[in-house]
């Protein structure tokens, strides 16, 4: 009966923990800075950059149903930033921007 007890007592516990991992965000930082709660995953650093995925245009088409506002980049072909926007893959922006635009991205194929 007593080993029941200790078991009821393991699952209760571990069910517990594994719904407060649920409301956690994820920082990623040289300091020991604490996540947006608005984010996710809250990278900050002032010497390192974030690498995208990057993957042939072959690679990029064989995914299977991607994400809406998947990230990827393209290293054959029109190199370059590619992201989802639910029906197809559109290239970013390849060129310099010498104007101040309002929109952050922009595509070759326009807005």
Do not use: H
Not at 9 to 37: L, P, R
Not at 57 to 75: F, R, S, W
């Amino acid at each position: 009966m007593r080993k029941r007890y200790i078991k009821i007592i393991v699952i209760a516990t571990g069910m517990m923990f594994n719904i407060s991992c649920y409301s956690q965000s994820v920082s990623i930082s040289e300091n020991a800075i604490t996540a947006d709660t608005t984010a996710m995953l809250d990278i900050s650093s002032n010497k390192k950059g974030l690498l995208i995925p990057r993957m042939t245009a072959q690679q990029k088409t064989a995914i299977a149903n991607p994400a809406t506002g998947l990230l990827v980049y393209q290293t054959d072909g029109d190199p370059g930033f590619y992201y989802f926007n639910g029906t197809g893959w559109f290239l970013l922006i390849t060129s310099p921007v010498t104007d101040r635009q309002t929109t952050l991205i922009y595509t070759v194929s326009g807005f």
